[in-house]
């Protein structure tokens, strides 16, 4: 029994320890992930010397913190940004991760001196990546990025898991002499899995929302129901060999996307979870590896991670992203901020729990490969965030939203915001607020009374706002009532605030701008809507002449503010701009020809 107590006192107390370590971390700008591991480390065998050996726990407990992380970032995606990400997630999750794990699985045979079938293991370990770092990475500091980009980061951690399991429990059972299917076979099992994964997770978050919905609990076993749902959905499609991990994911993107009873609190709930999921699993990886014992595999496991780093993340970003017309900053940062994380690392317990010869050198490998991932591009996520201008105001979704369980009638349903300080809705008049479309304020609460609307002008600090809307504009009223952070808010999207309407022919003569006839006849949204080629997300940019033109609003997808920068910064690739030289070589060789083809008319048959 005492030992039960001990075993309590000392987990308690890493845990502590470990949310100590994170904000100590966060103040000299450290990955948070780091910390965690770090701790772990410290705690170990060569640390303070906690004893914890048993690879079979650590994959117990890695595989129910991961499926709650997954379930997790599926709740928080919404279907807006799933629609924008879908194709090239989907791209990157597969073709992107057997490019990954093939470069990086040639290195590490030269590296280590393995066979290609070993040296193809180590690459699939490691060619999972773990957006949930970079986006902590990113949040710890105030800051968002652009949400294509985030989208295709975040949609692309819940689809690239299964797959990266997929090539590793393959290569596996090939290595261990069991596995003789033909390449038609794996390809049959892969889409099984796939398949099957998909059918369950799409079906089990729909029953999930049909159980929150009408059963009657007490209000704190709601979001227990869904946890243990979401663990029941991974475990059995794991059972029938389907991607419990994609399972979970899909199912966390059904739940969060439909109306749920209680929804704040299950959204509350399963954040505090998968922070806790984060923390725990980060800490036993930690304990898990013994220091002294990695350095003899340091220098290649280095080289590996720098090979993963800059040559095959990169590759499979640029094969993988270029037809989807994502711009070269866009291509930069997806391939730099490739974090490797919990999961390269879980999946290396696979090969031991497979008695693989030499499994402790795969562990170790994926070991020191995320460690030189936290260390090299955690550090640096907010910085090249910032020097590709891809940095954006943080938007602090559901931050204010209130959990009010009222059923209206038809497709609308009752929400309630306290209104921050600073929130964009203070900006104008009540009568101009700029609400979504079917969307109407149907009472204002000040100090505990409401509010006579003819009397009110304004909204004030700390007002709660009851309003009825369809569920599918809830994330532009999250956005009216959301608190704005430090000076990024103003600037980020431009000097000042152009209404789309405005005839381009207005702001070329005003500002000087090169405009060819057909543009000058457009609306300002138009042509910057037609320059941009793709569906707008909020913060594209053009250059033009002297100015930005940047996407400051959206209302689905139909561009309501621009952003108009006077001074821009230098584009930060203008000076290694392949595509620019390639345009002024082309330039060039189209005037030569034509003086050629002046000169050669001009001493013709005709010519006197």
Same mark, same amino acid.
């Given at each position: 029994m005492e030992q039960a107590h001990e075993l309590v006192f000392i987990g308690s107390l890493l845990l502590l320890?470990?949310?100590?370590?994170? +904000?100590?971390?966060?103040?000299?700008? *450290?990955?948070?992930?780091?910390?965690?591991?770090?701790?772990? +480390? !410290?705690?170990?065998?060569?640390?303070?010397? &906690?004893?914890?050996?048993?690879?079979?726990?650590? =994959?117990?407990?890695?595989? *129910?913190?991961?499926?709650?992380?997954?379930?997790?970032?599926?709740?928080?995606?919404?279907?807006?940004?799933?629609?924008?990400?879908?194709?090239?997630?989907?791209?990157?999750?597969? !073709?992107?991760?057997?490019?990954?794990?093939?470069?990086?699985?040639?290195?590490?045979?030269?590296?280590?001196?393995?066979?290609?079938?070993?040296?193809?293991?180590?690459?699939?370990?490691?060619?999972?990546?773990?957006?949930?770092?970079?986006? &902590?990475?990113?949040?710890? @500091?105030?800051?968002?990025? #652009?949400?294509?980009? *985030?989208?295709? /980061?975040?949609?692309?951690? %819940?689809?690239?898991?299964?797959?990266?399991?997929?090539?590793?429990?393959?290569?596996?059972t090939l290595a261990s002499g069991h596995g003789d299917q033909s390449f038609a076979e794996l390809l049959y099992y892969l889409a099984r899995e796939a398949l099957l994964g998909a059918a369950i997770g799409v079906g089990g978050g729909m029953l999930l929302v049909?159980?929150?919905?009408?059963?009657?609990? *007490?209000?704190?076993?709601?979001?227990i129901l869904a946890m243990a749902a979401a663990l029941c959905l991974f475990a059995g499609t794991q059972l029938i060999d389907g991607s419990g991990f994609l399972a979970v994911y899909l199912a966390g993107l059904i739940a969060g996307n439909s109306r749920l009873k209680s929804s704040q609190t299950i959204l509350r709930f399963h954040e505090g979870m998968a922070w806790l999921s984060q923390l725990v699993l980060f800490i036993m990886l930690g304990l898990l590896v013994t220091p002294h014992r990695l350095l003899p595999q340091a220098p290649a496991a280095l080289g590996v991670a720098l090979v993963v780093i800059l040559a095959a993340r990169p590759l499979a970003v640029w094969i993988c992203l270029t037809p989807f017309r994502f711009t070269v900053q866009e291509r930069l940062f997806i391939a730099w901020v490739g974090l490797r994380g919990a999961v390269p690392i879980f999946l290396a317990m696979i090969p031991t729990l497979a008695r693989l010869p030499h499994s402790e050198v795969y562990f170790h490998?994926?070991?020191?490969?995320? &460690?030189?991932?936290?260390?090299?591009?955690?550090?640096?996520?907010?910085?090249?965030?910032?020097?590709? @201008?891809l940095e954006m105001p943080s938007d602090k979704r559901h931050g204010h939203r209130l959990d009010l369980e009222i059923a209206a009638a038809g497709s609308r349903e009752i929400s309630a915001y306290r209104v921050p300080a600073g929130a964009p809705a203070l900006d104008r008049s009540f009568e101009q607020l700029p609400l979504p479309r079917r969307t109407r304020i149907i009472a204002v609460l000040?100090? %505990?009374?409401?509010? #006579?609307?003819?009397?009110?002008?304004?909204?004030?600090? #700390?007002?709660?706002?009851?309003?009825?809307?369809?569920?599918?504009?809830?994330? +532009?009223?999250?956005?009216?009532?959301?608190?704005?952070?430090?000076?990024?808010?103003?600037?980020?999207?431009?000097?000042?605030? /152009?209404?789309?309407?405005?005839?381009?022919?207005?702001?070329?003569?005003? =500002?000087? /701008?090169?405009?060819?006839?057909?543009?000058?006849?457009?609306?300002? %949204?138009?042509?910057? @809507?037609?320059r941009i080629g793709r569906r707008p997300v909020i913060g594209d940019r053009i250059h033009l002449g002297l100015v930005d033109l940047i996407v400051r609003a959206l209302d689905d997808d139909r561009i309501t503010e621009i952003g108009v920068v006077l001074e821009p910064e230098r584009d930060p690739l203008d000076s290694v701009s392949i595509r620019r030289r390639l345009k002024r070589l082309a330039g060039g060789a189209r005037r030569v020809v034509r003086r050629r083809r002046a000169a050669a008319g001009a001493g013709g048959p005709h010519s006197s």
């Amino acid at each position: 029994m005492e030992q039960a107590h001990e075993l309590v006192f000392i987990g308690s107390l890493l845990l502590l320890a470990g949310i100590v370590a994170g +904000m100590l971390s966060t103040r000299v700008g *450290a990955p948070l992930l780091l910390a965690f591991l770090g701790l772990g +480390m !410290v705690a170990g065998d060569d640390g303070l010397g &906690l004893h914890f050996a048993s690879t079979s726990t650590a =994959y117990l407990i890695g595989s *129910a913190a991961l499926a709650l992380i997954l379930f997790d970032g599926g709740l928080h995606t919404r279907r807006r940004v799933f629609r924008l990400a879908l194709g090239p997630s989907v791209v990157l999750a597969s !073709v992107g991760v057997a490019v990954t794990a093939t470069v990086a699985g040639a290195a590490a045979v030269f590296l280590l001196q393995l066979g290609w079938l070993q040296g193809l293991l180590i690459g699939a370990i490691v060619s999972s990546t773990d957006a949930a770092a970079v986006f &902590l990475l990113l949040h710890q @500091r105030g800051r968002d990025i #652009n949400e294509r980009v *985030a989208a295709t /980061l975040e949609t692309e951690a %819940g689809f690239n898991d299964p797959f990266a399991v997929f090539l590793t429990t393959t290569l596996v059972t090939l290595a261990s002499g069991h596995g003789d299917q033909s390449f038609a076979e794996l390809l049959y099992y892969l889409a099984r899995e796939a398949l099957l994964g998909a059918a369950i997770g799409v079906g089990g978050g729909m029953l999930l929302v049909q159980l929150v919905n009408r059963l009657t609990l *007490a209000g704190g076993l709601q979001p227990i129901l869904a946890m243990a749902a979401a663990l029941c959905l991974f475990a059995g499609t794991q059972l029938i060999d389907g991607s419990g991990f994609l399972a979970v994911y899909l199912a966390g993107l059904i739940a969060g996307n439909s109306r749920l009873k209680s929804s704040q609190t299950i959204l509350r709930f399963h954040e505090g979870m998968a922070w806790l999921s984060q923390l725990v699993l980060f800490i036993m990886l930690g304990l898990l590896v013994t220091p002294h014992r990695l350095l003899p595999q340091a220098p290649a496991a280095l080289g590996v991670a720098l090979v993963v780093i800059l040559a095959a993340r990169p590759l499979a970003v640029w094969i993988c992203l270029t037809p989807f017309r994502f711009t070269v900053q866009e291509r930069l940062f997806i391939a730099w901020v490739g974090l490797r994380g919990a999961v390269p690392i879980f999946l290396a317990m696979i090969p031991t729990l497979a008695r693989l010869p030499h499994s402790e050198v795969y562990f170790h490998v994926a070991f020191l490969v995320v &460690l030189a991932s936290l260390v090299l591009q955690g550090w640096t996520v907010a910085p090249a965030a910032r020097w590709l @201008r891809l940095e954006m105001p943080s938007d602090k979704r559901h931050g204010h939203r209130l959990d009010l369980e009222i059923a209206a009638a038809g497709s609308r349903e009752i929400s309630a915001y306290r209104v921050p300080a600073g929130a964009p809705a203070l900006d104008r008049s009540f009568e101009q607020l700029p609400l979504p479309r079917r969307t109407r304020i149907i009472a204002v609460l000040r100090d %505990g009374v409401v509010m #006579n609307r003819a009397q009110l002008d304004r909204l004030q600090p #700390n007002d709660v706002v009851l309003a009825l809307t369809p569920p599918e504009t809830l994330e +532009m009223l999250d956005k009216l009532f959301a608190e704005r952070r430090g000076p990024l808010a103003e600037t980020a999207l431009g000097d000042f605030v /152009l209404d789309p309407n405005v005839p381009m022919a207005t702001v070329v003569d005003l =500002y000087g /701008l090169p405009a060819t006839l057909s543009d000058r006849a457009k609306t300002v %949204g138009v042509f910057l @809507r037609q320059r941009i080629g793709r569906r707008p997300v909020i913060g594209d940019r053009i250059h033009l002449g002297l100015v930005d033109l940047i996407v400051r609003a959206l209302d689905d997808d139909r561009i309501t503010e621009i952003g108009v920068v006077l001074e821009p910064e230098r584009d930060p690739l203008d000076s290694v701009s392949i595509r620019r030289r390639l345009k002024r070589l082309a330039g060039g060789a189209r005037r030569v020809v034509r003086r050629r083809r002046a000169a050669a008319g001009a001493g013709g048959p005709h010519s006197s």
